[in-house]
């Protein structure tokens, strides 16, 4: 194998030539057909009898090139990038394919450069620092959580709403006849939870304790039994209990049980502190993000779609790992959600686009600066990567290159640069009076909140374990388990 020709071409590209002498190209095409010669019948010849020139004379020469090539190209396209001493990004692209008469072999193909780029001044960049703010109805929101934690059911002698708690007894039929998974007995469903097909806890609401309904329904067309699938269904429903969701009143008491306050204006002061911190940390993250889109901003050079290509290979097969966890694959995932991979890989590419223009001109910060971390910075990130995942630091070290460290404390450092520089912009006036608003709020009506003593807040620790036991959702009994949890459920 030797390196012919190369030449770098416009928009960051470079063409290459290589040439495979037909020894290596033979073994490879002596590889395919050991493997495929079980599969082909010749006439005179016992399977995976026939030499590979009988099967080549029956079946023609290049019977076996394409598979070859298979084992050839990626061999030949790395010998060609690595002998050039060029940077390559993404994928080789093959023009041209040339077989010799002694079964010699000239490739001809293109790869992406990484490209060469420049930045303007990264000091002193300026953008918008978000204020942060925390609205009364985030309160609400937290508070609201701790009564639904906090929730009791009820037995209620009333129509079902959504929201509810309802035992019932049901069975379906298709067809007029009974199916697996269609039929349950003391069956707990809480209303509005979705939990059914569509329309079936819409279909309840109200059911007195004792009444019978038969809901008229319809699989959905992705049903997972496909026996099912679109097919019109009768659920025959009795409602044989019904309980409702008690909540307690927002006041000192509720306070008390799920905190380590005394006063729920205590506690409200205390949530708003919390979230406070949590949106400054927000607003901290988004003036970064913001002048790292100043600083990419500045960056000249032809930057090959091969990088982003890259960038959003990495997040289809991040996705992917994800669905399975479910279950699911990406084509089963595409299917159910009407679009395609295509679709789906377009809609990435604008934050690939940008994530790569952010990378590359961080790496310029870098390189501009003469970032080297130590080993002991090294050792220490390795460190804190093992303490993070609850993990064995050799595990952590065999799982991550030290390439990839080093790179994460560059950018670390380059960042920091930008940050100790940069100019925080005012933003909009009606964002910095709602902000002067809330703090005012909080210093005259939730100022430092006091904690309980310690005994009480032991007691309010073990009261709040007890009351976060999910209580919207009961679990089935023992009788209504093995018939209702396969497939009457989406």
Do not use: W
Request: glycine share 4%; aromatic share 6%.
């Amino acid at each position: 194998m030797k390196l012919n020709t190369y030449e770098k071409k416009e928009k960051s590209t470079a063409e290459l030539i290589v040439v495979v002498e037909s020894a290596e190209f033979n073994t490879a095409l002596d590889a395919v057909y050991k493997k495929n010669r079980n599969q082909m019948a010749v006439p005179g010849f016992r399977r995976g009898k026939a030499p590979r020139k009988v099967i080549e004379s029956a079946y023609g020469a290049s019977v076996f090139y394409n598979d070859a090539l298979d084992i050839v190209l990626p061999d030949a396209c790395a010998f060609g990038v690595k002998e050039s001493e060029l940077r390559a990004v993404g994928y080789p692209n093959v023009s041209n394919i040339e077989v010799g008469d002694d079964k010699s072999l000239t490739i001809t193909y293109t790869v992406a450069l990484y490209p060469e780029v420049t930045i303007g001044d990264y000091h002193g960049l300026a953008a918008v620092k978000p204020v942060a703010v925390v609205e009364d109805s985030a309160v609400d929101s937290e508070v609201e959580a701790a009564r639904l934690r906090q929730a009791r059911l009820e037995i209620a002698n009333r129509p079902l709403i959504n929201g509810d708690t309802a035992t019932i007894d049901f069975v379906g039929y298709v067809d007029g006849e009974t199916f697996d998974g269609g039929t349950g007995e003391d069956y707990e469903l809480v209303i509005g939870s979705n939990s059914f097909i569509s329309g079936f806890e819409e279909k309840m609401h109200g059911m007195q304790v004792g009444e019978e309904r038969d809901l008229d329904l319809e699989f959905p067309e992705n049903y997972q039994a496909e026996h099912l699938a679109g097919k019109p269904v009768i659920f025959k429903v009795t409602l044989k209990e019904l309980r409702t969701k008690i909540l307690p009143e927002a006041d000192d008491d509720l306070a008390k049980d799920v905190s380590e306050f005394d006063t729920l204006a205590d506690y409200r002061a205390d949530i708003r502190k919390n979230l406070l911190e949590s949106k400054e940390k927000e607003t901290e993250g988004a003036f970064e993000d913001a002048l790292l889109e100043v600083l990419a901003a500045t960056l000249e050079g032809d930057i090959p779609d091969a990088m982003a290509d890259e960038y959003i290979d990495r997040q289809v097969q991040q996705y992917s790992q994800q669905l399975q966890q479910y279950g699911l694959d990406l084509a089963t995932y595409f299917n159910m959600s009407g679009s395609s991979e295509e679709q789906f890989r377009e809609s990435m590419r604008p934050s690939a686009e940008k994530q790569v223009r952010v990378s590359l001109a961080l790496e310029k910060v870098v390189a501009a600066e003469g970032f080297t971390p130590t080993e002991e910075e090294i050792e220490q990130a390795y460190k804190e990567t093992a303490e993070r995942y609850e993990a064995d630091i050799e595990t952590v070290k065999n799982a991550i290159p030290a390439e990839t460290i080093v790179n994460d404390l560059n950018v670390r450092a380059a960042v920091k640069v930008i940050r100790e520089s940069a100019i925080a912009l005012d933003p909009p006036p009606d964002e910095v009076e709602a902000a002067e608003a809330a703090t005012a709020e909080v210093e005259t009506e939730e100022k430092k909140p006091k904690k309980r003593a310690s005994k009480k807040k032991v007691e309010a620790s073990d009261e709040t374990d007890a009351a976060e036991a999910p209580t919207e959702t009961p679990k089935k009994s023992s009788k209504s388990k093995a018939k209702a949890e396969e497939k009457t459920e989406e």
